[in-house]
Nanobody, 120 residues
Framework: QVQLVESGGGSVQAGGSLSLSCSAS????????MAWYRQAPGKQRELVAD????????NYADSVKGRFTISRDNAGNTMYLQMTNLKPEDTAVYYC?????????????WGQGTQVTVSS
């Protein structure tokens, strides 16, 4: 298993920036594809961005492309999300996710979440 702890959330005005971190412990970090999800009040949890185990490939939701950057430091067992030009619609609880697949079995692990609030 892997344990995930997010940090870096907070409140910012529209147009501002925030950085989130996700620290992992337990199993080998490079066994996992990592991702950031978010959930706004009354809405379903949605994928924000993900990054492959080696960090060579990333994927972003259309709503954050060009504004958010996902990265990972495999030596430090940490994943990051750099968020710029934040908008009020980015307000949500942001969750760190670790995903691994063995043949057809996919296992997900989640952090506890960190609140991001963007005011207009």
């Amino acid at each position: 298993q892997v344990q995930l702890v997010e940090s870096g959330g907070g409140s910012v005005q529209a147009g501002g920036s925030l950085s989130l971190s996700c620290s992992a412990s337990g199993e080998t970090f490079t066994n996992y594809t990592m991702a950031w999800y978010r959930q706004a009040p009354g809405k379903q949890r949605e994928l924000v961005a993900d990054i492959t185990s080696g960090g060579g490939s990333t994927n972003y939701a259309d709503s954050v492309k060009g504004r958010f950057t996902i990265s990972r430091d495999n030596a430090g067992n940490t994943m990051y999300l750099q968020m710029t030009n934040l908008k009020p619609e980015d307000t949500a609880v942001y969750y760190c996710n670790a995903r691994t697949r063995v043949i057809f079995i996919i296992t997900n692990y989640w952090g506890q979440g960190t609140q991001v609030t963007v005011s207009s």
